[in-house]
């Protein structure tokens, strides 16, 4: 579904990413895990077409197409999706105009109907409960005044509502208490299928304790330097990250 | 008297000469008509008018509106005025009031409004007490202007401890009729002791008419009164407007001023207060949604007299082409007015790279225990949220409306009257999401 190859990218002439190669198919849930400054999250935001950063080099193939030729919205449309790690707040535009927009946006890229208001509140319903979310939540402003755990149940809201081919979760985890990393985890994992895919982006091996990874990567200094199994995340999390960079 | 001035000497004779006006009124007008040509129309060395140059209005010649006129266009103008139906309502169109248009009976007991010729006859005593002691006719060449040509306008006055049923709005509408006219509407508000009333002032005009509407409103706030006021300014793109209000507010009282300019060739908002009673609260705020070559200026001024006083302002606007927002706010304290509380902020978003936008915070400060602050941005759309909303699949042009709008929805908020907010919140949001 997703293959990355030597990828090289920059933020204001500084490089970050110096050769990732990333290889997710189909049905996996991917954890890339690493210290800060490493390049993580700009991994993350480079596949969503953040425009801070450059692309130097290498490529990144989606589903058979070049994704870096899109724009950030045709990559949406075409089934990526980016959990945030710091939501943006739009005090005065409402959650229910928002979530219904994006999600007319990509209906009409699927070639499927659009959906009016009172359509789009029966689609809401049960998206609700899976994050745990009062329907209140709809006539407040996207983000604005929400506590750090509504603004990363909003994102795995979002993440309910478009229906991602592959969903990718910057440090969704950071800031969250133990019963609201429940509530989080427990979406990603209700809306896991055999034919979409996850890419955990975390510091800490807690969020892997209630999203199982199929394959675990350390990235250093902008590179992959060590890929395993579910283990691996349980070995980093008792020895630290010291061990892998000097193995490196 | 300079030939921009002289041109309105014989338009004002035949004024003097018509019958009717009460010899207070007379005298007034002819003092205000001696002043507006001594103090003549402002300069940009004027540093009140320092961003507006007001040449476009001083080198045409605006007619007075005489005679009687037909009254096809109201309904399709009403129409599209921003509020309520039910609401209690003065029309005016081209600076005439229009009875069958009009609704005044329905502000309850303790509400008196007429229209400013009908007070003239009925309750001299208290427009004779009130007309022209607020507006500074004798030191502002607009309020001058409209004080010696004050056509008609609308009288209220509220009784002590009433709050007027409903909302009055007042529609000064426009058509062909008036093209190449001026019209100096008036508005005179007296509101008694703890008294409240909401007035929402509509502003609407046909597509292409070219004309100066130059208004003029006093409002008094007696002690704990309310006053809730809207200017709702959506005229031709070829229509000239300046707008003055002038209040005064006893102790503990509230005015809370809107201003929603989306009209006009050039427009200026000059929303004034005297914070003259301890305790006494101010809320000024407005927005202006300017493009092509749309020139739109808001004055403040906020003088802090009696001690203990709260002024708040928001202001915001919205340019695109090559539009020219200004934004001039004054606050004075005086050293009586001790714990002054004292804050106002505006905020510009540029479109497009030609717009432009001068703003500048004044404050005067003669008293040491206050509080006040001031801030100003201009700024362009957000990267990191456009990515945001595009990367939910938003194409660029539907996530930069869905910003843009959310900038104005701030200051929007702000609207006590639901009807009039979500009216405006509607148009403001069409305004930038059509395609």
Redesign the interface.
Known sequence: MLKIENLHATAGGKEILKGVSLTVNAGEVHAIMGPNGSGKSTLAQVI?????FEVTQGSIVYDGENLLDL???E???HGV??A?QY??E????TNAY?LR??YN??RK?RGEQQVDPMEFLDVMEQKLKLVDMDPDMLHR?VNAGFSGGEKKRNEIL?MAV?EPKLAILDETDSGLDIDALRVVAGGVNALKKPTNATIVVTHYQRLLNYIVPDKVHVLAHGKIVKSGGKELALELEARGYDWVLEAA | MSAALAKYAEAFAAAEAAPGSPAWLAELRKAAHAEFNSIGFPTTRNENWHYTSVTPIAERTFRPLKGAQSSAAIGGLIERAVGDASWARAVFLNGQFEPSHSSLASLGRGVRVSTLTAALAEQPDFVSAHLGKLAAWNAQAFTAFNTAFVQDGLVVRVARGVKAEMPLHVLHLVDKQAAGCMIHPRLLVVLEPSAELTVVESYISERGVEYFTNGVGEATLGDGARFYHCKVQRESREAFHVGTLQATQGRDSLFHSFSYASGGALSRTNTYTRLAGQGAEVRLNGLYLIDGAQHADHQTIVEHIAPGCASRELYKGILDGESHGVFNGKVYVEPEAQQTDGKQTNHALLLSPTARVDTKPQLEIFADDVKCTHGATVGRLDDIALFYLKSRGMGADHARAVLTYAFAAEVLETVELDELRDGLEKIAFERFTRA
């Open positions: 969503a077409g953040h425009p801070g724009q950030p919205e990559r949406a449309q999706f980016l945030f939501p943006v739009i005090p005065g535009v928002f927009s994006a946006e990509i890229a402003s979002q478009l």
